[in-house]
């Protein structure tokens, strides 16, 4: 299915609450539904799956805020589900299609241009190259970037949700990082 | 003022030539992102989330019935 593009502000972050909604969900939703989406968009690779996650998601959130600890963050906690959700749908998928990853050290011998700007042509194009992008790297470091994307989140944060030090995490981005601007440069 | 027409028409032809070279430059426009972090924060800044979320989530929770407990009532 093909992708669609948002030309509206990149500042625009937070949507109108939904009607329809208890107020407070409602809130949660309006702040929390485009990182949700993201995640789930770029981890599935469609926007439909994408679509049907994030409403699995949020739906279990709904059921199960009274189990939600005050002391966690809520994008954190959104986030676990959403990565669990997916996860268990790509382990679905993966059963009935084989599907080989490439592993880190094909990345981690690869001499990239780590340190140079990611140019792009016409922005309509960047969400594909970033898909393709994510797609040819390890699933650890495809977690790991979107993750860190989210200025929301702390590298301890990430190292909750991946279960990992926040040191592993410092690590595995810096070669992560290099992997994504070696691929990235091959969609041009 | 010259109102010669082929004076105009010329001066036509010279701001369509300026609006059309304006528009490749434009087109052709490169975005550069100085990291990793840049690229995907604007990609996600671009992605919208589709509105039928919303309408299938207030039906889902309509549907079901659920109503949400904060958490800090199961202590009272």
């Given at each position: ?100 990853a490439p592993d880190e050290e094909t990345f981690d011998h690869l ?25 040819a790297l390890p699933?650890?470091y ?37 992997a994504?601007?070696t691929a ?5 | ?76």
């Amino acid at each position: 299915m093909a992708e669609t593009r948002d030309s509206s502000s990149p500042e625009a972050l937070s949507l109108d609450p939904p009607v329809g909604l208890p107020a407070d969900f409602a809130a949660l939703y309006a702040a929390h539904s485009r990182p949700v989406y993201y995640l789930a968009l770029r981890l599935l690779g469609d926007p439909q799956q994408a679509e049907d996650a994030a409403h699995d998601v949020f739906l279990k959130a709904f059921g199960k805020i009274a189990e939600f600890r005050g002391d966690a963050d809520v994008r954190t906690w959104l986030y676990r589900i959403t990565l669990n959700h997916c996860s268990n749908l790509r382990q679905r998928w993966s059963a009935r299609n084989i599907h080989t990853a490439p592993d880190e050290e094909t990345f981690d011998h690869l001499a990239g241009p780590a340190e140079s700007p990611l140019r792009v042509l016409e922005t309509k194009e960047l969400g594909e190259r970033i898909q393709t992008t994510l797609e040819a790297l390890p699933e650890e470091y495809r977690l790991l970037l979107l993750l860190v994307a989210d200025e929301q989140l702390s590298y301890e944060q990430i190292g909750q949700l991946t279960q990992q030090s926040s040191d592993a995490v410092r690590g595995k981005l810096h070669r992560a990082r290099r992997a994504f601007a070696t691929a990235f440069a091959k969609t041009a | 003022m010259n109102s010669d027409p082929r004076f105009r028409h010329d001066l036509r032809e010279q701001h369509e030539e300026h609006t059309t070279a304006e528009h490749h430059q434009q087109a052709a426009v490169t975005r550069e992102y100085a990291s990793v972090e840049e690229v995907l924060c604007d990609d996600r800044n671009q992605v919208p989330v589709p509105p039928t979320l919303a309408e299938r989530l207030a039906a889902s929770v309509s549907a079901q019935g659920l109503k949400p407990t904060p958490w800090w009532r199961r202590w009272l």
